[in-house]
């Protein structure tokens, strides 16, 4: 996955996207994949974050 790579390349640990509050498609990829729900909003967006280990 290229968060991976950018974890490694780059030291990256958390990772989030922002998604339509109506795109359940979406919100069910990125769930499956690991990011997680902030319950918070960001230019009418839903915030979801990653955290690697």
Known sequence: MILDEMKSRLGCKEFYLSTDPEDA?????????????????LDDEELFKIVLD
């Open 25 to 41: 498609r979406g919100k069910h990829v990125y769930e499956k994949v690991g990011f997680r729900p902030e319950h918070k909003m």
